[in-house]
């Protein structure tokens, strides 16, 4: 898993097989999700055996879940930190390479009506140490690979007879565990396999990937990849987003906007920017005055979102009258503006609240 077609027929080559085994190998990953070499049955006997013999298909399904009363379901997945080729031959012929740390990360599946959308993780905490958010107060504590991120889509149990009401994906949004630009590589190699023909084929239009802002990192995403780009602003004023996003300090929001206005977003493509709503610091219309200057001419949209209070961390909530009056100031102004629902926050699957530490800690 994550390696695409052309590696798969390397890999073929590479044992003595057929080159066009490489493309059976892409469809049976990617079209058909099978879990062990030996499901690929239009594979020869001696070919599976020649590939079982050096690899494993990746595929590591989750090791616990929690469903809200609103439907919203969180996933513990297992995830491998060392960095390694997701198809990396084994060394001692054992099923499973026991030669990485396991550690683990959270995935939330959000079904809407004939919608869902799959929230995932990139890294196994979060550097940015953003003050609202619980996954920076883990720490970092390592990168995932291509494989890893795919899994949590790979591995989802959306066929499973324990969950038959499960609605297929529509969507998938970067926003989980991690910082995407902080681990670009294996986000762009995901988002690859994600679009590309001889993997998932999914439209780019149907994948968001968010960002603090990463100096030279959100260029190069925006010029590698066509999929949605949501920034997370939080404040358009330096100092009071400095406060709360230390990333501010190397890319102010001011630099991030001006890179986006380089970028055409009046098509398919789009800009949003998420603005989780402090009550009495962030949500006045004196802000949505500065969001108006910072954007204007930049094709987006603001998602405000209520803020879910984390341990030792002293932020008010935004009151909902002032959250309605925020979002109809930017939309009579020009700027499109949503009250994002709040989802899964009583098994601690909305926003800001993902964490593994405590449960990495007891393993």
């Given at each position: 898993?994550?390696?695409?077609?052309?590696?798969?027929?390397?890999?073929?080559?590479?044992?003595?097989l057929?080159?066009?085994?490489?493309?059976?190998?892409?469809?049976?990953?990617?079209?058909?999700?099978?879990?062990e070499?030996?499901?690929?049955?239009?594979?020869?006997?001696?070919?599976?055996?020649?590939?079982?013999?050096?690899?494993?298909?990746?595929a590591?399904?989750?090791?616990?879940?929690?469903?809200?009363?609103?439907?919203?379901?969180?996933?513990?997945?297992?995830?491998?930190?060392?960095?390694?080729?997701?198809?990396?031959?084994?060394?001692?012929?054992?099923?499973?390479?026991?030669?990485?740390?396991?550690?683990?990360?959270?995935?939330?599946?959000?079904?809407?009506?004939?919608?869902?959308?799959?929230?995932?993780?990139?890294?196994?905490g979060?550097?940015?140490?953003?003050?609202?958010?619980?996954?920076?107060?883990?720490?970092?504590?390592?990168?995932?690979?291509?494989?890893?991120?795919?899994?949590?889509?790979?591995?989802?149990?959306?066929?499973?007879?324990l969950?038959?009401?499960?609605?297929?994906?529509?969507?998938?949004?970067?926003?989980?565990?991690?910082?995407?630009?902080d681990?670009?590589?294996?986000?762009?190699?995901?988002?690859?396999?994600?679009?590309?023909?001889?993997?998932y084929?999914?439209?780019?239009?149907?994948?968001?990937?968010?960002?603090?802002?990463?100096?030279?990192?959100?260029?190069?995403?925006?010029?590698?990849?066509?999929?949605?780009?949501?920034?997370?602003?939080?404040?358009?004023?330096?100092?009071?987003?400095?406060?709360?996003?230390?990333?501010?300090?190397?890319?102010?929001?001011?630099?991030?906007?001006?890179?986006?206005?380089?970028?055409?977003?009046?098509?398919?493509r789009r800009?949003?920017?998420?603005?989780?709503?402090?009550?009495?610091?962030?949500?006045?219309?004196?802000?949505g005055?500065?969001?108006?200057?910072?954007?204007?001419?930049?094709?987006?949209r603001?998602?405000?979102?209520?803020f879910?209070?984390?341990?030792?961390?002293?932020?008010?909530?935004?009151d909902?009258?002032?959250?309605?009056?925020?979002?109809?100031?930017l939309?009579?102004?020009?700027?499109?503006?949503?009250?994002?629902?709040?989802?899964?926050?009583?098994?601690?699957?909305?926003?800001?609240?993902?964490?593994?530490?405590?449960?990495q800690n007891?393993?």
């Open positions: 898993m994550g390696l695409n077609a052309s590696e798969l027929r390397q890999i073929a080559i590479d044992l003595g057929p080159a066009y085994t490489g493309g059976q190998l892409a469809k049976w990953l990617y079209e058909k999700h099978v879990t070499i030996d499901e690929m049955t239009n594979l020869s006997k001696a070919a599976r055996q020649l590939l079982s013999e050096r690899y494993t298909v990746g590591m399904a989750p090791i616990a879940s929690q469903e809200s009363k609103d439907g919203t379901i969180k996933f513990l997945f297992p995830v491998r930190t060392t960095s390694h080729l997701s198809a990396q031959p084994k060394e001692d012929g054992n099923q499973h390479d026991t030669s990485f740390a396991y550690r683990f990360v959270e995935t939330v599946y959000i079904p809407d009506e004939d919608r869902a959308t799959l929230c995932v993780s990139c890294q196994v979060c550097k940015m140490n953003c003050l609202f958010c619980q996954t920076g107060k883990q720490g970092f504590e390592g990168q995932l690979t291509a494989a890893d991120i795919l899994n949590q889509i790979y591995s989802l149990p959306l066929h499973s007879p969950t038959p009401h499960l609605t297929p994906l529509t969507n998938i949004v970067f926003m989980g565990q991690g910082e995407p630009m681990n670009l590589d294996a986000v762009l190699r995901a988002t690859e396999m994600l679009t590309s023909s001889e993997g084929a999914w439209s780019p239009k149907r994948i968001t990937v968010s960002s603090v802002g990463v100096k030279n990192k959100l260029k190069r995403f925006l010029d590698e990849s066509q999929c949605h780009v949501a920034i997370s602003m939080h404040s358009p004023l330096h100092e009071q987003r400095l406060q709360l996003m230390p990333a501010e300090k190397a890319m102010p929001i001011s630099e991030t906007v001006a890179l986006l206005k380089e970028y055409d977003f009046t098509h398919q800009c949003s920017f998420e603005y989780i709503c402090f009550g009495g610091l962030n949500d006045s219309l004196q802000h005055q500065e969001i108006v200057k910072l954007v204007q001419g930049l094709e987006c603001v998602n405000l979102i209520r879910h209070a984390i341990p030792d961390v002293d932020l008010p909530a935004s909902p009258l002032r959250m309605e009056q925020l979002r109809d100031y939309t009579s102004h020009g700027v499109f503006a949503t009250i994002r629902a709040s989802r899964g926050e009583d098994i601690l699957a909305a926003c800001g609240l993902l964490s593994t530490k405590e449960l007891r393993l």
